[in-house]
């Protein structure tokens, strides 16, 4: 079965940092790409970025450029999103999902992984 | 940016009737638009791709048609199963880009 496994919720202080992962299975992780998609408390979804784990070829959204950093482990297959300093706006929940080609529909969702950011 | 606009922004329907969404582009987007289907609590599912392609397993009750700037998914008997939040995406041009989202809900 394809699958997308995130990590588990995380509660953080703004200024901290944070690395969340997605690890894919039951596919040839390095033949797509894996893209995160942030959904903030009641609100739509936003693509952020994608990057493809055979090259680690990494694209980002231009309103959230610089704000995360988005990397793979392809000898493990996992993805990952960090953040070098939270801020309570970070607020959000955070998919991965898998797309077949850079520009493709999202057609594996990873489960979601809630992430906190409070003083 | 394209711009991804879908009304109306609730959706009142009766078990068993049609449901007709719509998702306009602010430029053309060709035919390279999807349509997911939300649960509360649940990742989004992926229904539609290339605007009329239904994704595997998917009921044919569903269908997407549309191409440029236009779009529509329509639900031809609703179920309790479908009532959720649906958004469409474009993947023509980047960055990729979603629509607000339309909520069906049960009239």
């Known amino acids: 079965e394809v699958q997308l496994m995130q990590s588990g919720a995380e509660v953080k202080k703004p200024g901290e940092s944070l690395k969340i992962s997605c690890k894919g299975s039951g596919y040839r992780f390095t033949s797509y790409w894996i893209g995160w998609v942030r959904q903030m408390p009641g609100k739509g979804l936003e693509w952020m970025g994608i990057?493809?784990?055979?090259?680690?070829?990494?694209r980002y959204s231009p309103s959230l450029q610089g704000q995360v950093t988005i990397s793979a482990d392809k000898s493990i297959s996992t993805a990952y999103l960090q953040w070098s300093s939270l801020k309570a706006s970070d607020t959000a929940m955070y998919y991965c999902a898998r797309l077949p080609t850079v520009a493709d529909a999202f057609d594996i969702w990873g489960q979601g992984t809630l992430v906190t950011v409070s003083s | 940016e394209i711009v991804m606009t879908q009304s109306p922004a609730t959706l009142s329907v009766s078990p068993g009737e049609r449901a007709t969404l719509s998702c306009r582009a602010s430029?053309?987007?060709?035919?390279?638009l999807a349509w997911y289907q939300q649960k509360p609590g649940q990742a989004p599912r992926l229904l539609i791709y290339?605007?009329?392609t239904r994704a595997t397993g998917l009921p044919a009750r569903f269908s997407g048609s549309g191409s440029g700037t236009e779009f529509t998914l329509t639900i031809s008997s609703l179920q309790s199963e479908d009532f959720a939040v649906y958004y469409c995406q474009q993947y023509n041009n980047w960055p990729l880009t979603f629509g607000g989202g339309t909520k069906v809900e049960i009239k």
């Open positions: 430029q053309s987007v060709s035919s390279n």
């Open positions: 990057i493809y784990p055979g090259d680690s070829d990494t």
């Open positions: 290339g605007a009329s």
